[in-house]
């Protein structure tokens, strides 16, 4: 659970997104992750995890939209138009932060289904500072409304 920066057009402050799948966008191991076990750096969320979360968002007030897409994770806050278009045309990112890929990436490794939900704090572009700085909080509240309605549910 947490916070990201929204990435798709459709994206705005407060929306949540349910993981698809999750990625690394600029983490320098990236070259070696496809060169080494296991191979990848996308990872894919859990399918009944996913229906769940889905319910929950559908079931929860504070919830004006949520969708499933693919987080990308990486080492900087993004705000530069040129970063969020490639991770958004390129690497069909909805939304970035940077987390995900390493707790899917372990799980992936330990065989243990996992889920990544992100409340959109800002939409990474060059207002994001300030719109994070604003939003961040209630964001992070709504994220965990959504996970402990999915810790409810299982």
């Not at 889905?54 to 929860?60: F, K």
């Not at 004006?64 to 490639?86: L, Q």
């Not at 959109?120 to 939003?135: G, H, K, R, T, V």
């Amino acid at each position: 659970m947490g916070i990201a920066g929204g990435i798709a057009k459709d994206l705005h402050t407060l929306d949540v997104v349910i993981g698809g799948e999750v990625f690394y966008h600029d983490y320098t191991p990236d070259t070696l992750l496809k060169k080494y076990y296991p191979f990848q750096n996308r990872y894919t969320c859990d399918k009944k995890l996913q229906g769940i979360a889905s319910s929950v968002c559908r079931s929860t007030p504070e919830v004006a939209h949520f969708r499933i897409g693919n987080i990308a994770s990486g080492d900087c806050f993004v705000e530069a138009k040129d970063t969020k278009d490639h991770i958004r045309e390129d690497l069909d990112g909805v939304c970035c932060e940077m987390e995900g890929a390493a707790i899917g990436h372990t799980c992936y490794l330990n065989k243990v289904p996992f889920l990544i939900v992100r409340c959109i704090s800002d939409l990474a572009d060059e207002d994001a500072p300030m719109a994070y700085d604003e939003f961040e909080k209630k964001a992070s509240i709504l994220s965990n409304h959504v996970v402990e309605g999915i810790l409810k549910a299982i």
